[in-house]
Antibody, heavy 121, light 107 residues
Framework: QVQLVESGGGVVQPGRSLRLSCAAS????????MHWVRQAPGKGLDWVAV????????YYADSVKGRFTISRDNSKNTLYLQMNSPRAEDTAVYYC??????????????WGQGTLVTVSS | EIVMTQSPATLSVSPGERATLSCRAS??????LAWYQQKPGQAPRLLIY???TRATGIPARFSGSGSGTEYTLTISSLQSEDFAVYYC?????????FGQGTKVEIK
């Protein structure tokens, strides 16, 4: 079955860096678009970034553009989110998500359990 | 950016009753609309996509309808496990955007 397991969360100081990982299993990772979605404490869902199946195309929410970088290693079935210069407002649970199906228009069919990032000095 | 607006923010319903949740998009999303359920401490779960198609394993008491800019999620007879927060999301345009959520609570 599809499994997505995030790791790498924790407390990070503003302006420092943190890298999140998402280990995928149970499907052909290299065939699917992958996303990061976050949820601030007590708030709603906020899409962060997307990467194409082969890593050639990436797209970011305006709130993280220029600071965060999404990447993937298809040989390791792993998705990454490099968080540079984080701010207090980036504090959230970060979920990785997989498109439901291969194709241009697809909802988030599968989610990891999330990893909490707290930006604080 | 397409803004998704859900109503009401909170819905108080008794077990066994019907619940109707609404979602409005600021422009047409061409039925590329999904509904998710989220319980405390858990990741969201896909319920409905394509505005009206139930995801695998989702009970028939969940149904979706709508088109263009107006969408509805109906839970025909609420069970105890259905009390949760529900989000709509459009996947027609980038960036993908979510509504702010509707909390379905026990009356």
């Amino acid at each position: 079955q599809v499994q997505l397991v995030e790791s790498g969360g924790g407390v990070v100081q503003p302006g420092r860096s943190l890298r999140l990982s998402c280990a995928a299993s149970g499907f052909t990772f290299s065939s699917y678009v992958m996303h990061w979605v976050r949820q601030a404490p007590g708030k709603g869902l906020d899409w962060v970034a997307v990467i194409s199946y082969d890593g050639s195309n990436k797209y970011y929410a305006d709130s993280v553009k220029g600071r965060f970088t999404i990447s993937r290693d298809n040989s390791k079935n792993t998705l990454y989110l490099q968080m540079n210069s984080p701010r207090a407002e980036d504090t959230a649970v970060y979920y990785c998500g997989r498109d439901l199906a291969v194709g241009a228009m697809s909802p988030f069919g599968y989610w990891g359990q999330g990893t909490l990032v707290t930006v604080s000095s | 950016e397409i803004v998704m607006t859900q109503s009401p923010a909170t819905l108080s319903v008794s077990p066994g009753e019907r619940a109707t949740l609404s979602c409005r998009a600021s422009q047409s999303v061409s039925s590329n609309l999904a509904w998710y359920q989220q319980k405390p401490g858990q990741a969201p779960r896909l319920l409905i996509y394509g505005a009206s198609t139930r995801a695998t394993g989702i009970p028939a008491r969940f149904s979706g309808s709508g088109s263009g800019t107006e969408y509805t999620l109906t839970i025909s007879s609420l069970q105890s496990e259905d009390f949760a927060v529900y989000y709509c999301q459009q996947y027609n345009n980038w960036p993908r955007t979510f509504g702010q959520g509707t909390k379905v609570e026990i009356k």
